[in-house]
């Protein structure tokens, strides 16, 4: 029948292009709606598993960074060096204490005793005691005798001193004549050998503990630098003696020496920041200005320069700067 035959055909038709499109569909592979985010996933996390570049990178950075800025460097320069003076103090003349850092990763030059080598020993406010020495060898370049009394016969080194220093005492010797004080220079400059042959005759008597608290031993005296004299009453009364401060000339001395540009280096009840012994004869120049400022304030070298290193470097780099334009 011809309906038949063509509902058949149809049938047949319909199972052929099933039978087709089955084929074609087990050849292409199911589509999977997660695949993307399935890549995601496998993508780590940069915290989980950081790059290797990426760490590397971040470490050159972190090596480029400084440890902290040059104030804060110095606030903990300052820090440490208040705990060396501390520990000089409590240990008296033990010589390894050593130089704090400066902020630049290096340390000062230092002796075989552990003494720091100071850098700028013609500076007027160099400081030099039992933890700062001066260079090997060094001698100052514009050693003049000052025209005052001495004790000291005419071409003894004693009698010398930085030019400078040697017109500021002319001039405190003659205002304190003027006063009705007359004083004697004792000593002024001090070779090294001299301060040896000194020291060890101090040791022979007294033994080196005590030896140490009245005298320096060589290379870290102020009579090497020249900014330093032992003077007297013209008497000879209390000769290198503490009893000479209550004198009417260490009084004199007390109330005057600032403003010539002295302090006494060694003031009474200091022995602890300075590590001498109360010697009210021992005149050391800085200047009239700083002079002044420690005569004012009441204290000693050690202490003035820890509180104002910072204007002290500032003023020596606007030095420098001039002279380097």
């Known amino acids: 029948m011809p309906g038949g035959n063509?509902?058949?055909?149809?049938?047949?038709?319909?199972?052929?292009?099933?039978?087709?499109?089955?084929?074609?569909?087990?050849?292409?592979?199911?589509?999977?709606?997660?695949?993307?985010?399935?890549q995601l996933w496998d993508v780590p996390h940069p915290s989980a598993q950081p790059d290797e570049e990426a760490g590397k990178t971040q470490n050159r950075a972190s090596d480029d960074l400084p440890d902290g800025t040059e104030d804060d460097r110095a606030k903990d320069s300052f820090a440490k060096e208040d705990d060396l003076q501390k520990n000089a103090a409590q240990a008296g003349d033990k010589n390894e204490v050593r130089e704090p850092s400066t902020g630049k990763g290096s340390q000062k030059k230092q002796d075989e005793a552990g003494r720091i080598i100071v850098d700028d020993p013609l500076s007027y406010m160099v400081l030099v005691d039992h933890r700062h020495a001066l260079p090997e060898g060094f001698e100052p370049p514009d050693l003049v005798e000052a025209d005052i009394p001495f004790d000291k016969p005419s071409g003894d080194e004693r009698r010398l001193l930085r030019e400078q220093a040697a017109r500021a005492i002319e001039a405190l010797f003659q205002a304190a004549?003027?006063?009705?004080?007359?004083?004697?220079?004792?000593?002024?400059?001090?070779?090294?050998d001299l301060q040896a042959s000194i020291f060890a005759y101090q040791v022979q008597k007294k033994g080196e503990k005590e030896a140490?608290?009245?005298?320096?031993?060589?290379?870290?005296?102020?009579?090497?630098?020249?900014?330093?004299?032992?003077?007297?009453?013209k008497s000879g009364k209390c000769l290198l003696e503490p009893c000479f401060g209550e004198m009417p000339a260490g009084q004199w001395l007390k109330a005057h020496a600032h403003t010539y540009g002295f302090i006494i280096?060694?003031?009474?009840?200091?022995?602890?920041?300075?590590?001498?012994?109360?010697?009210?004869?021992?005149?050391?120049?800085?200047?009239?200005?700083?002079?002044?400022?420690?005569?004012?304030?009441?204290?000693?070298?050690?202490?003035?320069?820890?509180?104002?290193?910072?204007?002290?470097?500032?003023?020596?780099?606007?030095?420098?700067?001039?002279?380097?334009?």
């Open 177 to 192: 004549q003027d006063d009705g004080v007359e004083l004697i220079g004792i000593s002024g400059y001090r070779s090294y």
């Open 265 to 325: 280096r060694y003031p009474e009840d200091g022995e602890a920041l300075t590590g001498y012994m109360y010697e009210p004869w021992h005149l050391r120049y800085v200047g009239k200005e700083v002079a002044t400022t420690i005569y004012e304030r009441g204290d000693t070298l050690e202490t003035y320069l820890k509180d104002n290193r910072r204007e002290l470097i500032d003023r020596q780099g606007d030095a420098q700067s001039r002279q380097n334009p």
């Open 6 to 38: 063509r509902m058949n055909r149809s049938l047949i038709m319909l199972v052929l292009f099933t039978s087709l499109f089955t084929g074609l569909a087990a050849c292409v592979p199911p589509s999977n709606p997660l695949n993307g985010l399935d």
């Open 212 to 233: 140490a608290r009245v005298s320096a031993r060589p290379g870290t005296s102020e009579h090497q630098t020249g900014l330093a004299i032992d003077v007297a009453d």
